[in-house]
């Protein structure tokens, strides 16, 4: 690589400077296209709506309601229901083309939660594989050399036909922006200054190359990034697994990433994906990456033009997402329901296994106070306060006898999962016609421990109906999908692997099926949270107006013929059980049968 390389990292060039740098990255990126080749299982119709969700809209709080679209000439138009119309906006030349190509799919009504989840993976030639970071279905992150400088280079892709025979390199054309066209960002108003988050704590991205279709001639629709960024010596999740920092080290992580996330609050910025894998380490100070999932409140071009938000109107309201990592995840971003975590802090402050024991291991009060004088001993009064935790903790907290059947230990769980095929598949097998699909949904997804959170969601929604005569007229936030979220990411954190939200073998082989473990968190709190029905009973954004009754949840086993029963005893005025075989024989199901697993 030439010396001109070695403006990469130099935040102020004049302008020939620039251009012989930007240069030196467009011809580099010309010979580095034809180097990547991908394969997708989606179709044009996924294509066709995945492009509405990459649109801005007039107003952009239609990103989260909108259910369907529909293309009639060169307008696209967005429904809340089948004939509940939102909003009408010009189509962009990349769905033009699809629609010519595949004329079948203008003037018919598309299901926003019909696109397929992308199995195809990366076809990638042995001098690639080398140099492989990581991996993911729509991202690969690999190490380059320019000049002297080692960077990560982050191919990221948006369109799932890119880099696939179907879409080459021939059919691309793409913009570099550097680092140093920008100044750093300082405020979150809505305007469009040229200006990127720089700070100590904040991955920088040198260099963002956007890739657009031949064709795009105001390039309204960027259908993937290859992008620059320093290259870092590891990430705090491999560090704390391991066991190899130290709590001085531990503290002076937790007071970077506090100082980078209120940065990017300051500069409009909501991460909503603020899981151990995407803090890095560099020379000891801690980076926050990734930035795939955030809600951008200024709107500036300049961000999505280096790479840390994406365009359209989905990544300016954070309920709009519809994603997130299984016990990381902002429960507003998939759900709309009520409450944040920060759940990286309880990790920095814990050893590996105690951290992941603390936020769900269910337990009862004789235990809390046992953990309440561990803890103590760690000189800490109040593990929320997360202030007086740094500045007055003397030891690492560590928990005896802690097992690691909580711990999420495969990185494949933590992966962040769309939430939106989710509606489709809960719609399509289970929750249809009262039910009758479960029995089967249950035994096909004996490996990939589904069947109990279903099983166990179909038993609380019963009871939410039918127990507590609650019905949910108004935000739809007690409806299977929803219930079925919470369970799964926020109360006892699982892969949706056997959806194929995730659809890798490993992820279904990894976890167990347990839904003594489940029922028990479910009626149980943890030391750090809310029993999971506590959880669900009151995620609702309207509060006490409208969510099910003040109640208890309990399970015990039947030794006699091994089944579960559930029962909800309501506080308030009511006090009432329901059965699992009742709900089994009402809502026309068979009943699991329970030992130890399903």
């Known amino acids: 690589m030439l010396t001109e390389f070695g403006f990469l990292a130099v935040l102020t060039l004049n302008s020939d400077e620039r251009e012989i740098l930007r240069n030196e990255i467009d011809e580099w990126v010309e010979c580095f296209l034809p180097k990547l080749e991908r394969e997708s299982t989606r179709e044009d119709k996924c294509r066709l709506v995945a492009s509405v969700k990459r649109h801005e809209f007039g107003d952009y709080n239609h990103a989260r309601p909108w259910g369907y679209c529909k293309f009639v000439g060169n307008t696209g138009i967005i429904f809340w ?17 699809i629609l010519r190509r595949n004329p079948t799919l203008e003037n018919v009504i598309l299901g926003r939660f019909e696109i ?13 594989k080398n140099k492989m970071i990581s991996e993911g279905g729509e991202a690969l992150i690999i190490l380059e050399q320019f ?21 080459g390199q021939n059919e691309l054309k793409w913009r570099t922006h550097l680092i140093s066209d920008f100044e750093k960002a300082e405020d979150l108003n809505k305007d469009e200054k040229a200006v990127v988050p720089i700070h100590a704590n904040i991955v920088k991205n040198f260099a963002n190359v956007e890739l657009f279709q031949i064709g795009d001639e105001n390039e309204e629709d960027c259908l993937g ?65 990734d930035f795939g999932l955030v809600d951008e409140k200024t709107g500036r071009r300049s961000y999505r033009q280096m790479g840390y938000s994406r365009r359209g109107s989905k990544y300016r309201n954070s309920d709009a997402l519809f994603s997130g990592s299984p016990a990381f995840a902002n429960h507003y971003q998939l759900t709309q329901n009520a409450g944040y975590e920060h759940n990286y802090f309880y990790f920095l402050m814990c050893d590996w296994k105690t951290g992941w024991s603390l936020l769900y291991r269910p337990i009862d009060e004789t235990e809390r106070e046992k953990i309440n004088r561990e803890i103590k001993n760690c000189n800490i009064q109040d593990i929320d306060d997360h202030s007086h935790v740094i500045n007055n903790i003397t030891k690492i907290i560590s928990l005896q006898d802690v097992s690691d059947r909580f711990c999420l230990d495969d990185s494949n769980l933590t992966k962040s999962c769309q939430m939106s ?17 479960l029995t089967w949904i249950v035994s096909d997804q004996k490996s990939s421990n589904l ?10 929604q019963y009871a939410i109906r039918h127990d507590l005569h609650f019905i949910d007229c108004f935000t739809g936030q007690y409806s299977p999908e929803h219930i079925l979220i919470t369970l799964t990411m926020i109360v006892y954190p699982r892969s949706l692997a056997g959806l194929n939200l995730n659809p890798k073998k490993e992820e279904k082989d990894f976890q167990k099926n347990d839904v003594e473990t489940l029922l028990e968190r479910v009626c149980k709190n943890t030391y750090l949270k809310k029993s999971g029905w506590e959880i669900i009973r009151t995620q609702s954004l309207l509060g006490a107006l409208d969510q099910p009754s003040e109640s208890t949840c309990e399970y015990k086993k039947d030794y006699w013929d091994c089944y579960e029963a559930l029962l909800f005893s309501i506080v308030s005025r009511i006090v009432d059980t329901i059965h699992f075989f009742d709900c089994l024989a009402q809502s026309r199901m068979q009943a699991p049968r329970v030992h130890n697993e399903v």
Not at 81 to 97: D, S
Not at 147 to 167: C, N, S, W
């Open 81 to 97: 229901e089948e004939n509940i119309e939102l909003e009408r906006f010009k189509t962009t030349p990349f769905q033009r083309k």
């Open 116 to 128: 397929k989840e992308e199995t195809g993976e990366w076809k990638l030639n042995d001098e690639l």
């Open 147 to 167: 000049g002297k400088l080692e960077t990560a280079v982050r191919i990221h892709v948006f369109d799932a036909f890119l880099f696939t025979t179907k879409f």
């Open 225 to 289: 990034w290859i992008t620059i960024l320093e290259k870092c010596d590891g990430n705090v999740r491999t560090e704390l697994k391991n066991e190899s920092l130290k709590l001085e080290e531990r503290k002076k992580l937790a007071i970077g990433l506090e100082a980078g996330f209120d940065y990017l609050v300051k500069v409009g910025i909501n991460h909503c994906d603020q899981k151990l894998e995407n803090f890095l380490i560099l020379g000891g100070v801690v980076k926050i990456c």
């Open 421 to 437: 095929s989710l509606k489709l598949q809960m719609t399509q097998y289970v929750f249809m016609n009262s039910f009758k699909n």
């Open 451 to 460: 069947c109990v959170p279903i099983s166990v969601t179909t038993l609380l």
